[in-house]
T-cell receptor, first 118, second 114 residues
Framework: GAVVSQHPSRVICKSGTSVKIECRSL??????MFWYRQFPKQSLMLMAT?????????EQGVEKDKFLINHASLTLSTLTVTSAHPEDSSFYIC??????????????FGAGTRLSVL | KNQVEQSPQSLIILEGKNCTLQ??????????LRWYKQDTGRGPVSLTI?????NTKSNGRYTATLDADTKQSSLHITASQLSDSASYIC?????????????FGAGTRLFVKA
């Protein structure tokens, strides 16, 4: 199956700093990528949909200036958490859609990034 | 309102035993239903995907069923192993005029004990 690589897997940062998370589709071109946030023992919450070459679509309640998304190429999307605060500590997961199989809306997930803000 | 409800919330079984996880949905218009396995601290991994016309799909010891009439799905795990301990997430896609809408269930946390 298609492979999605997410980096870093874990990051610890000080409050007020910015953190960038990368999501790459390794063996296919992903015109659409998704960013999720997951709190302990809860399911994934969609934050935004990232489309290559255009602005991301954010879900209601997600601050676009806080969570900057860039999808500059067909294989890379980045999520930057700006001016991170302890409440931003969470598990962030990206997924990508493989266009040839898009008819079933199959998403392939990255391994996730554990963000801890001190 | 599009919803996906999973039960039980958590489950503890002994190694080697079978178990069945449930997923009920109220998603329309239905496109497909997927079961994912998510190990702690990892991203979800797809187990099965079923469209409207499919009522069963197997992947090794995992067998998913779908009843599109009653809008219910189940995931049956046979001869459980310790490595089956994970969260199992039911995900339903709806295909509307605006494109796909994906709804996640809250997941069932399975603990397999030796």
């Amino acid at each position: 199956g298609a492979v999605v690589s997410q980096h870093p897997s874990r990051v610890i940062c000080k409050s007020g700093t910015s953190v960038k998370i990368e999501c790459r589709s390794l063996d296919f071109q992903a015109t659409t990528m998704f960013w999720y946030r997951q709190f302990p023992k809860q399911s994934l919450m969609l934050m935004a949909t990232s489309n290559e070459g255009s602005k991301a679509t954010y879900e209601q309640g997600v601050e676009k200036d806080k969570f900057l998304i860039n999808h500059a190429s067909l294989t890379l999307s980045t999520l930057t958490v700006t001016s991170a605060h302890p409440e931003d500590s969470s598990f962030y997961i990206c997924s990508a859609r493989d266009p040839p199989r898009d008819i079933k809306n199959i998403q392939y997930f990255g391994a996730g990034t554990r963000l801890s803000v001190l | 309102k599009n919803q996906v409800e999973q039960s039980p919330q958590s489950l503890i079984i002994l190694e080697g035993k079978n178990c069945t996880l449930q997923c009920n949905y109220t998603v329309s218009p239905f496109s497909n239903l997927r079961w994912y396995k998510q190990d702690t601290g990892r991203g979800p991994v797809s187990l099965t995907i079923m469209t409207f016309s499919e009522n069963t799909k197997s992947n090794g010891r995992y067998t998913a069923t779908l009843d599109a009439d009653t809008k219910q799905s189940s995931l049956h795990i046979t001869a459980s192993q310790l490595s089956d301990s994970a969260s199992y997430i039911c995900v339903v896609s709806a295909m509307g005029t605006g494109g796909f809408k994906t709804i996640f269930g809250a997941g069932t946390r399975l603990f397999v004990k030796a």
